[in-house]
């Protein structure tokens, strides 16, 4: 292994040794206690220091990485307290996670280090948006994100390269190629000869190096990062290098050659390292040893006081409030407070699109990203006009890739921008799940980043658009801790309900229904004000049976009860799905004593059924009839209009009510 130290004084090579040094011994010892069942599971980074440990080294400490399970030397590089690494690993409260994760699934936004999910690709596209954040801001930073031989199969990883080339972002992508992705070799992930040869496609520069050598690690990176900076641009890195332990340590080692581990054994960064600054008269035999028993006694140090006990009992209310940010103080009128608005009217659409543009005038660094919505203004027109006042930069044009697009929004928000980003169909969501529920939803509860992010949703049936166009989907989310989900009714909710959504710290997503854009209009007030975000309104008072729906569902209502007069009706508009305000549910349902659940969405599994459960177990005693739910077909959604008419829980409304009212 050729070391070459260039510019580098005794000092720094000195420094490099002690930062690849201690994460090695603190993994020694962490294989000790996994021995002695003091840790339940490791993932094993020796081997690799060289890797994380250059790299870190290399950026600046204010810059964002992205690192996965074996980038301890990531987080130590970043002077991350080892007691407090140590609570975290042991499940203490104390930890950076607060005892709800494990190894290396948490971030620390003081260090800039975003912790990582299991899915591993996902996190590439956060380095994207962060670093769009330093370009916006004209910051002369870069983001780095680190991936496997294994990950650059996944679809996050081409998503993330492409958004990163096609906008011209100073991101570093590093490849740890270390043979094996758990067992299966890279004879059997990739046909390329080599990963960095991917580069090519993307349209951006590469290089393969040697990821045992600190110092070419290092130097590769330094003028990577130059480069990113320099030219606005990414660049792909390929580190050879191998993984001397098991994928985690239950895993083993038996399906790799000894001859590979030998061979790789030869290639150690410590030792190699070491016998370069012997040579070089940096370091003696004596000094190494000192360093070593210097960080012997400062891991033993720091694990006694880790190990101290630090009981707690756990509680339900501290777990439920840090699900979500706290909303911070604002001074956004409600729409009931407006003294005397001036009014217009506004079909559904313009009264969203109006929102949108009011914040982005608030919001003067807050970014729109979807699929043709600059120029052409979007599939339904919604940002028509936009990039005229605000300009390409933040009216945004995305490739076809709305799992990077929803990791992006993350990383603008990890940078304190908001943004929102328009789902061009509800439909395509299922693309970007995991962003979604296990990335936006989680980020807060497990180590208290926040997620500033909108997703337009354009949902729901009645324009024959088939299957894959029509669907309602907002059931799916509503099972999802962490996120918050708003179905508007009316122009007047939907611009309130679109600002409360951009002033939330939390991912919402924002549910608006592609039929009455153009078909429902109302008085919308002119001023900016906002919907509270988890309060139902009543639509009308009656006494013979309530209607708790919401979106579509509350123009069928409406429509009933006009062409029903006999009845008298109570009608909730739920407005918000995810937090329900089961005050409003209560009080509707008290009003009857029989309630009806109306939607749009599938009957089985749709948030009607959490209703009518929760209705019989708090509200028995109010009811005098069953509980009863009107829903679309258990289908998919036809695209004939005939059957799409019957698939649509609408045309059952008035059968169920009869049968209601019957009671």
Request: hydrophobic share 40%; net charge negative.
């Amino acid at each position: 292994m050729e070391y070459k130290r260039g510019n580098l004084d005794n000092q720094q090579l000195i420094h490099f040794y002690r930062s690849l040094m201690w994460p090695r011994m603190i993994e020694e010892k962490m294989l000790v206690l996994l021995r002695q069942g003091k840790i339940s599971k490791w993932f094993s980074g020796i081997g690799q220091e060289a890797i994380a440990v250059g790299a870190t080294l290399a950026m600046e400490p204010n810059e964002w990485i992205m690192p996965l399970h074996r980038n301890l030397g990531v987080f130590t590089a970043r002077d991350m307290s080892l007691t407090a690494l140590f609570k975290q690993w042991q499940g203490d409260r104390t930890g950076f996670s607060k005892a709800r994760e494990r190894s290396f699934h948490f971030g620390s936004k003081a260090h800039h280090v975003c912790g990582m999910i299991s899915h591993l690709g996902p996190q590439l596209a956060i380095a994207d948006g962060v670093a769009l954040a330093y370009q916006q801001r004209g910051q002369l930073k870069a983001a780095l994100a680190f991936t496997g031989d294994g990950g650059t199969s996944e679809g996050d990883f081409h998503e993330a390269l492409n958004v990163a080339s096609v906008w011209n972002l100073p991101v570093i992508f590093i490849i740890e190629n270390n043979g094996y992705g758990l067992s299966t070799p890279t004879n059997e992930q990739f046909k390329c000869e080599h990963l960095v040869d991917r580069a090519k496609g993307y349209g951006m520069e590469g290089i393969r190096i040697d990821g045992n050598n600190i110092l070419e690690v290092y130097e590769t990176v330094k003028g990577v990062r130059d480069y990113c900076i320099n030219h606005q641009r990414p660049y792909l890195i390929e580190c050879d290098t191998f993984r001397m332990r098991g994928h985690e340590e239950a895993s083993g080692i038996k399906y790799v050659p000894k001859e590979l581990i030998e061979t790789w054994s030869k290639k150690d960064p410590i030792k190699n390292f070491e016998q370069f600054l012997v040579a070089e008269n940096v370091l003696t035999e004596m000094q190494i040893a000192d360093i070593r028993n210097e960080f012997k006694d400062s891991i033993d140090r720091q694990l006694i006081e880790a190990m101290k006990e630090d009981p707690f009992t756990p509680a339900i209310e501290e777990e439920v409030v840090d699900v979500f940010a706290p909303l911070p103080l604002n001074n956004i009128p409600e729409l009931t407070s407006l003294a005397t608005p001036t009014i217009h009217n506004k079909r559904f659409i313009e009264s969203i699109s109006e929102a949108l543009k009011q914040a982005m005038r608030k919001y003067p660094e807050m970014i729109i990203m979807g699929q043709d919505i600059a120029e052409y203004g979007g599939a339904f027109k919604m940002t028509e006009g936009f990039v005229e006042e605000f300009g390409k930069q933040r009216i945004r044009n995305t490739p076809i890739c709305e799992s990077a697009i929803v990791g992006a929004a993350l990383g603008l928000s990890m940078e304190g921008i908001k943004s929102v980003m328009e789902m061009q169909f509800a439909d395509f969501v299922t693309v970007a799940f995991n962003q979604i529920v296990n990335n936006l939803a989680k980020i807060h509860y497990r180590w208290g980043q926040n997620a500033d992010v909108v997703i337009r949703m354009p949902t729901g049936a009645g324009v024959g658009a088939g299957p894959f166009h029509s669907q309602s989907n907002e059931a799916w989310f509503t099972h999802v801790p962490g996120l918050k989900v708003v179905y508007p009714s009316s122009s007047a909710d939907a611009k309130g309900l679109m600002i409360a959504a951009l002033a939330d710290p939390n991912p919402v997503l924002y549910f608006e229904h592609k039929a009455m854009y153009r078909s429902i209009e109302g008085e919308v007030p002119e001023e900016y004000y906002q919907v509270p975000i988890g309060k139902a309104a009543f639509i009308s008072r009656g006494t013979d049976a309530t209607i708790i729906t919401y979106g579509m569902g509350v123009h069928w209502a409406k429509k009933y009860q006009s062409e029903n007069t006999n009845t008298s009706v109570t009608i909730l508009d739920l407005r918000t799905l995810s937090p329900l305000d089961y005050d409003s549910i209560k009080e509707a349902v008290t009003e009857t004593g029989k309630v009806l659940i109306l939607h749009e969405d599938n009957l089985t599994g749709g948030i009607g059924g959490e209703i009518a459960a929760w209705l019989a177990e708090n509200c028995f005693e109010n009811l005098d009839a069953p509980i009863m739910r009107c829903a679309s077909l258990d289908t998919p959604i036809p695209f004939n209009i005939n059957l799409e008419k019957q698939y649509l829980a609408n045309s059952r409304l008035a059968e169920t009510m009869t049968k209601l009212l019957a009671y």
